[in-house]
């Protein structure tokens, strides 16, 4: 995973509009995508409901949660598209 994470270290550094908070409209997931390769999903209360290592490619997004399971999700026209959910770039 070491490899990995250093691999996607430099592919997010060069394409990075990814990094920060997604949010769904009702704000009740709240995904972080961390500039160190790392994520960090809330939902409602828990602030760390999944967290895990991310790799992207193009709009292209690959999980591997930190308990062992997978998912991947889409960016596509500034909306991200994950597990059927929609989430929107959160302003700062």
Do not use: C, Q
Request: zero cysteines.
């Amino acid at each position: 995973m070491e490899r990995i994470n250093n691999l996607n270290w430099f592919l997010t550094t060069k394409n990075n509009e990814h990094i920060g908070v997604w949010v769904t409209k009702d704000g009740y997931i709240r995904h972080e995508f961390l500039p160190n390769g790392r994520y960090n999903e809330a939902r409602g209360d828990i602030k760390s409901a999944y967290t895990g290592y991310y790799n992207k490619l193009g709009n292209h997004v690959e999980y591997l949660d930190d308990t062992g399971f997978v998912a991947e999700g889409d960016f596509k026209d500034g909306v991200f598209y994950h597990a059927g959910m929609v989430l929107y770039k959160e302003s700062a």
